[in-house]
């Protein structure tokens, strides 16, 4: 898996099978997939290996959170096996005590490519309640 994601700085082949097998459940189409694999050659190497590196090595802050009151909306997708709700779960929601998980059945990790209208629903009964 590491080397997918390594080879995935460079190869845009690596790229769209993250988003097809590994992040959204196997569940879109070639044009869906093309449009993220285009969207993610707009960002340089150097940029997607800084990203690779902050979310595999980056620091580990959840000390510097935990307890906080502040109100946070999590949003997950049921798609997604890495960053599911089980996830937020055990990270998210034991951090923030006043956290709120949304649960996006039919979404994968891209919840704002995924299902845009159901995500800013959600965001904005969330904004409005707090």
């Not at 093309?34 to 590196?53: C, H, K, P, Q």
Request: proline share 5%; net charge negative.
């Amino acid at each position: 898996m590491w080397d997918l994601f390594v080879g995935a700085v460079e190869d845009s082949g690596n790229r769209r099978t993250i988003f097809f097998d590994v992040t959204t459940g196997s569940r879109h189409d070639d044009a869906w997939l093309d449009a993220r694999v285009s969207g993610s050659e707009r960002s340089s190497s150097a940029a997607l290996r800084s990203y690779l590196e902050s979310w595999t090595r980056g620091s580990d802050i959840h000390e510097r959170v935990e307890g906080n009151p502040t109100p946070v909306l999590v949003v997950a997708g049921a798609n997604d096996p890495a960053m599911g709700p089980e996830t937020m779960r055990s990270t998210w929601l034991q951090w923030y005590p006043n956290a709120e998980l949304e649960v996006f059945d039919d979404v994968g990790h891209f919840a704002p490519d995924e299902s845009p209208e159901a995500l800013a629903t959600v965001v904005e009964g969330f904004l409005g309640r707090h």
